[in-house]
T-cell receptor
Framework: NAGVTQTPKFRILKIGQSMTLQCTQD?????MYWYRQDPGMGLKLIYY???????DKGEVPNGYNVSRSTTEDFPLRLELAAPSQTSVYFC?????????FGQGTRLTVV | DAKTTQPPSMDCAEGRAANLPCNHS???????VYWYRQIHSQGPQYIIH???NNETNEMASLIITEDRKSSTLILPHATLRDTAVYYC?????????????FGGGTRVLVKP
């Protein structure tokens, strides 16, 4: 059982470039989430989804976009990368009382 | 979701019990207490949750006060691998899922 899988694990972007962080889960969970974690800080919610075709903003959505065309996949899109988006990004899915997190994508924008 | 307050850091000795406090004085009747931990650079991991009764599983015990305004996570025999940031989260339970709001957590260092 793979759980929540994120790709890539590491990425360096130049300012203004765009990229998509991939997230897939094989637990058939309806709820999925994207968080970012800056050094020494807690996790902040970027976007979340309660099912295919339904997404909503979290605490820090600016500069990001998401889509949810299937239950399994929840990609996060950065259109114009900025240094402030340097962070570790975690994807998660949940059902009931437990949330399951991926291992993270470490993104550096230079 | 109710706000939680945790000490920023604490140390404990390997083999001893680690008692991690959490204050949630504004908790409402339908909100549960959840604990997650994050071992260095990894994604957070679910530990335990409860409503009002004490709970125990293979990882930890959760003690919730009778007025539900505070709780304590107990790691019965801390090991070096328990060094992590521990997050106390209060939220309404929904069967289909519910978003988590993370605060600063408690950074626990288990020392030999």
């Amino acid at each position: 059982n793979a759980g929540v899988t994120q790709t890539p694990k590491f990425r360096i972007l130049k300012i203004g470039q765009s990229m998509t962080l991939q997230c897939t889960q094989d637990m058939n969970h309806n709820y999925m989430y994207w968080y970012r974690q800056d050094p020494g800080m807690g996790l902040k919610l970027i976007y979340y989804s309660v099912g295919a075709g339904i997404t909503d903003k979290g605490e820090v959505p600016n500069g990001y976009n998401v889509s949810r065309s299937t239950t399994e996949d929840f990609p996060l899109r950065l259109e114009l990368a900025a240094p402030s988006q340097t962070s570790v990004y975690f994807c998660a899915s949940s059902y009931g009382e437990k949330a399951f997190f991926g291992q993270g994508t470490r993104l550096t924008v230079v | 979701d109710a706000k939680t307050t945790q000490p920023p850091s604490m140390d404990c000795a390997e083999g001893r019990a680690a008692n991690l406090p959490c204050n949630h004085s504004t908790i409402s009747g339908n909100e549960y207490v959840y604990w997650y931990r994050q071992i260095h650079s990894q994604g957070p991991q679910y530990i335990i949750h409860g409503l009002k009764n004490n709970e125990t599983n293979e990882m930890a015990s959760l003690i919730i006060t009778e007025d539900r305004k505070s709780s304590t996570l107990i790691l019965p025999h801390a090991t070096l691998r328990d060094t992590a940031v521990y997050y106390c989260i209060v939220r309404v339970y929904k069967a289909a899922g519910n978003k988590l709001t993370f605060g600063g957590g408690t950074r626990v260092l288990v020392k030999p």
